[in-house]
């Protein structure tokens, strides 16, 4: 056991460094989501998704950064990565439509056009309910939309970006004079 630590006393280091380096990294950008989900009034269970999917990528990274630090073969790694790229992409294409509401709902929430409660219009000729209604939940792959029915319309994330929106309910502040509005 000596040996192993002496022979390979700098790789031990940078992998050290790195796993420390990147819990940092989560630490931050955790706290960061947080700030901006609470700063927005976002639901926590969208905020906790987002920091699964920041956690995931920081993984990806580091098992990657632990990969080249040990000094794996490149024509070895290349061949590995080419297959699981393959496998990757033949999944990604049977998936797109899974991929695209998830990435849809990462957008949707740092650029937060819609909140749980607001009460909005869609412009989608499709949809058999030309009213309103009301955000009840934001998912990883859909909206739960209540309409004045009490029915339940569950839409797609990615076509909450792709079709019209009509916000209903606009939010005024009373408090502006007319010389901040301009």
Do not use: C
Not at 109 to 120: A, C, M, V
């Amino acid at each position: 056991m000596e040996e192993f630590i002496v022979d390979y006393k700098n790789e031990l280091l940078a992998t050290v460094i790195t796993i420390i380096t990147l819990f940092v990294l989560k630490f931050i950008l955790s706290k960061t989501i947080r700030k901006v989900g609470s700063a927005s009034d976002l639901n926590k269970a969208r905020t906790r998704l987002i920091i699964k999917y920041v956690s995931f990528g920081l993984s990806v990274i580091g098992i990657v950064i632990i990969i080249f630090i040990w000094g794996v073969n490149f024509r070895e790694l290349g061949i590995i990565f080419s297959s699981i790229f393959a496998v990757i992409g033949v999944a990604i294409f049977a998936q797109w439509s899974i991929l695209s509401n998830v990435t849809s709902g990462i957008i949707l929430y740092f650029s937060f056009p819609f909140k749980i409660g607001d009460r909005i219009r869609i412009m989608d000729k499709e949809i058999e309910y030309e009213g309103n209604y009301i955000i009840e939940d934001i998912r990883a792959f859909n909206i739960h939309l209540r309409n004045d029915n009490s029915e339940l319309l569950t839409y797609p994330n990615n076509l909450m970006l792709q079709k019209g929106i009509l916000m209903v309910n606009v939010t005024t502040n009373e408090n502006l004079d007319e010389s901040e509005l301009l």
